[in-house]
C-alpha cells in the first residue's frame, strides 16, 4: 500500500534561516511526489513534484525538494525562510489518479 | 489566474440531512475529484470523476455519497444522510490530464458541521 509519513507536526524556524519540512514515503514501483502547501482559508496550492530525472527539483516561491531513492524520503527545502513562508505543508504521492497525502507539517517562521 | 472555487464555504447541518457540496472546477479541466479531511487527520481521497462517471473511489465513498456534474461548469458531492463522522472538511480539486504526476487544482474547501 502507498503512504506517506511527515514526521513532524511543526517545525519553527527564524526568518532568513534555511528550512527543511521532512517526508518519507513508501510505495512499490516509480514514486510521483508532490509538495502542496495550505494557507489560511485557502485551498490546497501546488509547489512542486518529482517525477523522475534530477533528484534536486525546483518549485514555487523559492522552495525545492530532494528526492532519495535509497531512503526514501523527499524533503521540502528553502535555503532562506520567510515570514510569509508560515503555512501547513502536505507531502503527497500519486500512483495514477489519486493523491496519497501525508498529515501535514505546519511550518512557523518567526521575524 | 484560474481557481477552482467551493461553496459554501462552512454548511453546518443536522445528522441525518442531505447535504449538497459545489464545486467549480478549472474551465478547461477534463478531470474532477473530491477529497476531505477530518479535524486533525490526513486529506483523504474520496472519488474522481471523469467524462461523466466515477472513475475511481475509495472506501470512504459509499452508497451515502453521490457526486454530479450537473451542468458545464458545476461538480456537486452529495450526502444523502449525514452521520456525526461526516464532519470534516471537504476539497473539490480538477487536473487537466490524467495519470501518474498530474498535477491536481484545489478548492478552498467546504467546512462540513454535522450536529
Known amino acids: 500500500a502507498q503512504s506517506v509519513a511527515q514526521p513532524e507536526d511543526q517545525v519553527n524556524v ?16 516509480n514514486p ?19 517525477i523522475t530525472g534530477d533528484n534536486l527539483v525546483k518549485g514555487s516561491y523559492g522552495f525545492e525538494a530532494e ?22 505543508y502536505f507531502c503527497a ?9 501525508g498529515t501535514g507539517t505546519r511550518l512557523l517562521v518567526s521575524p | 489566474e484560474p481557481e477552482v472555487t467551493q461553496t459554501p464555504s462552512h454548511q453546518v447541518t443536522q445528522m441525518g440531512q442531505e447535504v449538497i457540496l459545489r464545486c ?14 477530518i479535524l486533525g487527520q490526513k486529506v483523504e481521497f474520496l472519488v474522481s470523476f471523469y467524462n461523466n462517471e466515477i472513475s475511481e473511489k475509495s ?16 461538480f456537486t458531492l452529495k450526502i444523502r444522510s449525514t452521520k456525526l463522522e461526516d464532519s470534516a472538511m471537504y476539497f ?12 491536481q487544482f484545489f ?3 467546504t467546512r462540513l458541521t454535522v450536529l
Do not use: M
Open chain 2, 92 to 103: 473539490c480539486a480538477s487536473s487537466k490530464t490524467y495519470g501518474a504526476g498530474n498535477e
Open chain 1, 67 to 88: 528526492f532519495n531513492k535509497s531512503q526514501t524520503s523527499f524533503h521540502l527545502k528553502k535555503p532562506s525562510a520567510l515570514v510569509s513562508d508560515s503555512a501547513l
Open chain 1, 93 to 101: 504521492l500519486t500512483g495514477f489518479q489519486k493523491l496519497v497525502f
Open chain 1, 14 to 29: 527564524a526568518e532568513g534561516n534555511p528550512l527543511t519540512v521532512k517526508c518519507t514515503y513508501s510505495v512499490s514501483g
Open chain 2, 59 to 74: 472506501e470512504i465513498f459509499d452508497d451515502q455519497f453521490s457526486v454530479e456534474r450537473p451542468d458545464g461548469s458545476n
Open chain 1, 32 to 50: 510521483y511526489l508532490f509538495w502542496y502547501v495550505q494557507y489560511p482559508n485557502r485551498g490546497l496550492q501546488f509547489l512542486l513534484k518529482y
Open chain 2, 107 to 109: 478548492g478552498p474547501g
Open chain 2, 24 to 37: 467549480v472546477p478549472i474551465s478547461n479541466h477534463l478531470y474532477f475529484y473530491w477529497y476531505r479531511q
